[in-house]
């Protein structure tokens, strides 16, 4: 076997893959929310470092695991509303109050963790895998899902949001609000309301992908999101708005970065060119790919804008 294929063949290239797909998973399903509801949300950089610092701040305090989860949930849905007021009933543009949002985000937490810890290095204890009873002792199969509470989290919640979507009213309000806005305001149903709160949840899913990168790696930089966060948007488009869809996409990209990680140890190449495999892979995908299935009232018009404000 070629050492090309030797990589695919072991179970830690794909626990790798799934652990690196586990931020992407978190993001694309709360860019999903925001875009489903009709926002496009481009402060998803910002957010993913908002909510990596608050979780590494809740743990360096002494808080355990799920309340750090519950910290960047909360300042994830702080700046999804910030981002859902300025675009619902004061009706500014999305992708710039999106790139306003995410200057300030990354911004306040740069300046927050520069202002606290200075210039030297700080870390926190990871998060450790946990072993699933049975699961963990099959051949392959046990060390591939070796995996953090963060992850089983991000699966857990493909399901959980596949099912709001296509299985309760709540999903369909929601779909409505990105596809026929004025059909929902003609039930008596306050679509900026709805906007609003679908934003706040996506945003606060957002900071939980964040989260899951300074937990994982046990310490906080500005430059640990690396454009994850627009990696998540283009997802949802590649994904052609489907949530059954994410899971898949998020583990191929996952794979392409945990691939590219040890074929820089096999090949020798500049690693530049490895870097950047995953984003060229996602712009072809997105080249390669043609999808009607984009929420009609995504961007809307001014004069839609003026129809919701009623």
């Known amino acids: 076997m070629t050492p090309v294929l030797e990589i695919l063949a072991e179970a830690s290239f794909w626990a790798a893959a799934l ?11 709360g860019a999903l929310l925001c875009e489903r509801a009709g926002i496009l949300n481009l402060g998803i ?38 981002h859902g007021l300025l675009t619902g009933p004061l009706g500014l543009s999305q992708p710039l109050t999106g790139i306003g949002v995410t200057l300030l985000a990354a911004g ?30 099959l051949p392959f199969i046990g060390e591939a899902l070796l995996q953090t ?6 699966l857990v919640l493909v399901l959980v949001v596949s099912y709001l979507f296509n299985r309760t009213p709540l999903g369909l309000t929601i ?7 004025a059909a ?24 939980l992908g964040g989260a899951s990168l300074s937990l994982a790696a046990g310490s906080f930089s500005t430059e640990m999101v690396s ?15 489907r949530t059954s869809l994410v899971l898949i996409v998020a583990l191929v990209i996952g794979g392409i970065d945990a691939y590219q990680l040890r074929a820089q140890k096999e090949f020798a190449l500049a690693s530049q060119l490895f870097l950047m495999a995953p984003f060229v892979a996602l712009i072809i995908a ?22 919701n404000r009623r």
């Open 45 to 82: 950089e910002g957010i993913f470092a908002a909510g990596a610092l608050a979780a590494f701040l809740a743990i360096h305090l002494g808080a355990e695991l799920w309340i750090a989860i519950l910290v960047a949930l909360l300042v994830g849905g702080a700046l999804g509303l910030l």
């Open 149 to 154: 509470p963060l992850t089983y989290l991000a």
């Open 227 to 241: 454009g994850r966060g627009f990696i998540c948007v283009a997802l949802t488009t590649l994904t052609g708005w």
């Open 184 to 207: 929902v305001a003609a039930q008596g149903r306050s679509v900026h309301g709805l906007r609003i709160s679908a934003v706040m949840a996506g945003s606060a899913l957002m900071a």
């Open 108 to 137: 306040l937490a740069a300046f927050t963790f520069t202002a606290l810890f200075g210039a030297a290095p700080q870390n926190i204890t990871p998060v450790a895998p946990i072993r699933l009873p049975a699961v963990s002792d």
């Open 19 to 29: 652990a690196i797909a586990t931020p992407l998973i978190f993001g694309a399903l």
């Open 175 to 181: 779909r409505a609000c990105g596809e026929n806005p």
């Open 286 to 307: 997105l080249a390669l790919t043609r999808t009607s299935r984009r929420p009609r009232a995504l961007l809307a018009s001014a004069k839609e804008g003026d129809a």
